[in-house]
């Protein structure tokens, strides 16, 4: 039996328990945080070299065979998925030696973390449709005990529309799990995709494809329902904002590509229409949010929704190269978007704010901060030779070749927009004198050298990740394309499954 | 808050406690094919150490306890966890349940296995749970 497909839900489940056992010692929390996550990188990586050796890895849980039980299903999209969460659970455990205070680890900052990653990890892993909505509630219930750790009046304002957006979310996919179920008489997805495609085509096939492309759209946070996240991911702990940027979205843009390439593919005529112009909206919206922003973490979150929108772009066009582009898109905006992040940590470690008026001059004091600001903000806005240039290239071209044409410009407009929102921290933060009102907090004790590096470690890991994926794109751009592959050809992925052709 | 010291809460306390608590484990081990199960014994053992709670105070119910509540959450998520692993080892598919049949003298027959200690598993994380809330809701109301 192979358990490399299981091991990235159980290794954080347990490091969890363990550092619940551990309450009591920050340290123990900390080393545990630490190997875990490194053990969740090794796994997920034995996972991915699995699956491009082998293709689709698949697991009966308990021994049920499906579609009876729970099936844990890794293909390459998922593989790629749960290698880079833990990627980014290794950058937030280093980050969060320094990052972390003594009261939020205290009130279970550990453990929920390790929650929230075996909460991401199975969405990733799990071929059942109800189970994608059990992984789902894991994963928020962390999330909002992680948001509002510290209990600030700001918090808690950003968790009350997190959690009021998010349970609708909940509540929309359950009652189109519900109608589906009662239409198809089965949850294992690819049971479900092959009885989907036997069933008369009708109108309530729509209506439920409708229900999943809201409910996954607000979490991913896509128009016209993404103003909780801009309203909440700058309030929490900075680690927390990074690991949610990178990696919350990011599930519900997976559910959408598994859901509407394995189950709804019937009518892309209606569908993914629909998903088009969601998609464009979704940048156009976000790009203009951050233009209006005055607030490092906001700015960014801003982004993060614009960005949803081109991995959008790349489901919608649905063609080989559109999706080749999406997945592409979503391993590099992970990176990209984590790492601009906990930088605006360690900016705030520094001058003590997140208000672009307030801050400046870092580029005279720290160029080398000021550099690795560079790396992912330029990626973020698509210049070459960095990862997004690779990301955005491949999508337009997609698009250019669908021959959607607004879409197109709008998607080019956005990353001139996009670049226009970079400058503009780059402007305020690093370039413009300090103003001269603002006391330095430089002799804050926080922020003596060796409680700085590790704030620094995962920022250069992460910069150099993004600077791999641009230099040396082939390799990670054969990954793409193999996933897009099987993502096209669903037959493949209901044969692992049910081990039949159907 | 309750005010702890009335005397019949006091004399229902002592005895209802330990019944509650025997009635707990009754239903714990029911649990695999008959109604019951770690979920809901976890809760009935709870409310027998919450009407504890709240006859005699916070302190004295930790002391009865023995063990911190939330020690008990991970504790108990540990054994749950546990539980899924010995399939491995057979080189099934984890939490394909185990069973290890023991036969007393005298012809009874104890089913162990692994679906009894994930039951156990949750049975501590809840109790662990509730206790903790209510023992820090009565700590704050107590201070």
């Given at each position: ?81 749960v ?108 049971d ?7 069933t ?14 809201i ?13 909780w996240l ?66 490092f ?8 929704v ?13 063609t ?109 933060v ?32 992460l ?21 897009a ?18 | ?54 006859t ?39 939490l ?48």
């Open positions: 039996m192979r358990a490399e497909v299981a091991l990235p839900i159980l290794v954080p489940l347990l490091f969890g328990a363990l550092s619940l056992i551990a309450w009591r010692s920050n340290l123990m929390q900390r080393v545990l945080g630490i190997i875990g996550s490194v053990t969740l990188l090794i796994c997920s990586i034995w996972l991915l070299m699995s699956v491009l050796d082998q293709g689709h890895v698949v697991m009966y849980m308990g021994g049920w065979m499906a579609p009876y039980g729970i099936t844990l299903v890794a293909d390459l999209l998922s593989a790629i998925m290698v880079l969460t833990g990627m980014m659970a290794v950058a937030i455990a280093i980050y969060s030696l320094s990052s972390a205070s003594p009261s939020h680890e205290k009130f279970g900052y550990y453990p929920l973390m390790h929650l929230l990653l075996a909460g991401v990890a199975g969405s990733f892993l799990t071929g059942d449709i109800f189970n994608l909505y059990v992984w789902f509630e894991v994963m928020l219930i962390a999330s909002f005990a992680l948001l509002i750790l510290g209990g600030e009046r700001a918090q808690m304002e950003g968790a009350i529309k997190y959690v009021t957006l998010n349970l609708l979310s909940s509540a929309i996919f359950l009652s189109a799990i519900g109608l589906l179920y009662g239409l198809v008489g089965t949850l294992n997805m690819a479900i995709a092959v009885k989907l495609s036997q008369e085509h009708t109108g309530l096939v729509d209506v439920i494809a409708v229900m999943f492309m409910a996954f759209g607000i979490k991913a946070a896509a128009f016209p329902l993404f103003f801009p309203a909440s991911y700058h309030t929490g702990p900075v680690a927390v904002s990074a690991l949610f940027a990178g990696l919350l979205t990011k599930v519900g843009v997976y559910a959408l590509f598994r859901v509407f390439t394995l189950i709804f593919n019937q009518s892309p005529e209606f569908t993914h229409q629909l998903l088009l112009w969601g998609a464009a909206f979704t940048m156009l919206t976000g790009v203009l949010g951050a233009a209006a922003q005055f607030e973490r906001r700015i960014l979150s801003f982004h993060i614009s960005q949803i929108g081109y991995m959008l772009l790349g489901l919608a066009l649905f080989p190269l559109a999706l080749v582009g999406g997945v592409f898109y979503i391993m590099h905006h992970i990176i990209v978007k984590t790492n601009l992040f906990l930088i605006s940590g360690i900016v705030h470690r520094l001058l003590g704010t997140y208000d672009l008026k307030q801050l400046g001059g870092v580029y005279k004091d720290r160029p080398y901060l000021s550099i690795l600001f560079l790396i992912p903000a330029l990626s973020l806005a698509g210049l070459p030779p960095l990862s997004g240039f690779f990301a955005k290239f491949i999508i337009i071209r997609a698009g250019i070749e669908a021959e959607a044409w607004v879409v197109t410009a709008i998607a080019l407009i956005v990353g001139l927009l996009t670049l226009y929102s970079m400058i503009k921290i780059w402007a305020e690093f370039w413009k004198p300090l103003p001269e009102n603002h006391s330095t907090v430089d002799s804050n004790p926080s922020t003596k050298p060796s409680s700085l590096a590790f704030l620094y470690i995962p920022v250069v890991l910069g150099a990740c993004t600077l791999f994926i641009g230099l040396n794109g082939q390799p990670i751009y054969e990954i793409a394309e193999a996933s592959k099987q993502l096209l050809n669903p037959a493949l992925y209901i044969e692992a499954v049910l081990g039949e052709t159907p | 808050m309750m005010k702890p010291g009335t005397l019949i809460l006091h004399v229902a306390a002592r005895f209802l406690v330990p019944l509650q608590l025997v009635f707990s484990i009754f239903l714990l081990l029911r649990g695999h094919n008959e109604p019951g199960g770690g979920f809901i014994a976890g809760l009935v053992a709870s409310g027998a150490f919450a009407l504890y709670l709240f005699f105070g916070a302190a004295v119910t930790r002391d009865l306890m023995r063990v911190d509540p939330r020690n008990l959450i991970g504790i108990g998520l540990l054994i749950a966890m546990i539980s899924a692993l010995p399939a491995w080892f057979h080189g099934q598919a984890f394909t349940s185990q069973w290890w049949p023991i036969l007393l003298p005298g012809g009874t027959e104890i089913k162990l296995s692994t679906p009894l200690f994930f039951d156990i598993g949750v049975y501590v994380t809840v109790l662990g749970s509730v206790m903790t809330m209510l023992v820090a809701l009565t700590e704050t109301e107590e201070r």
